[in-house]
């Protein structure tokens, strides 16, 4: 089994316990190599509340590191609380929660979401 098939039956064995609501929304984070992207996400009704990611233009960087996840983590806490959303069930999809998932979740906490 390959690494990513690993991180696939992490993040279903998680996926078990937990939901986002339309009161508590998943932040759930996926990280590539270039990129970490961001979303929170309504799994009764089954769509996308608020995303963000290191795509969008006001990012330029060329490989995920901390600083660069943080201020994901920070805009994606900006537009949550813009749209009334203060508190969130963490999803780190399988991922360990250290390095550029921790600082996605300190940013997304220092922009006012609880979790």
């Known amino acids: ?12 064995r998680v996926r078990k316990k937990i939901a986002g609501t339309q009161d508590r929304p998943r932040l759930s984070v996926y990280k590539s190599n ?15 509340i608020v995303s963000a990611s290191s795509i969008e233009e006001e990012f330029s960087a060329n490989n995920v590191n901390c600083e660069l996840s943080k201020q994901v ?38 922009s006012g979401l609880e979790f």
């Open 73 to 110: 983590g920070m805009l994606i806490g900006k537009r949550a609380v813009e749209q009334g959303i203060k508190s969130v069930v963490f999803d780190r999809s399988g991922y360990k929660y250290h390095g550029n998932i921790k600082s996605l979740a300190d940013g997304a906490r220092e």
């Open 1 to 12: 089994m390959s690494k990513e098939d690993l991180r696939e039956r992490r993040h279903n």
């Open 34 to 48: 270039r990129y970490i992207y961001a979303q929170l996400i309504d799994d009764m009704k089954g769509c996308t």
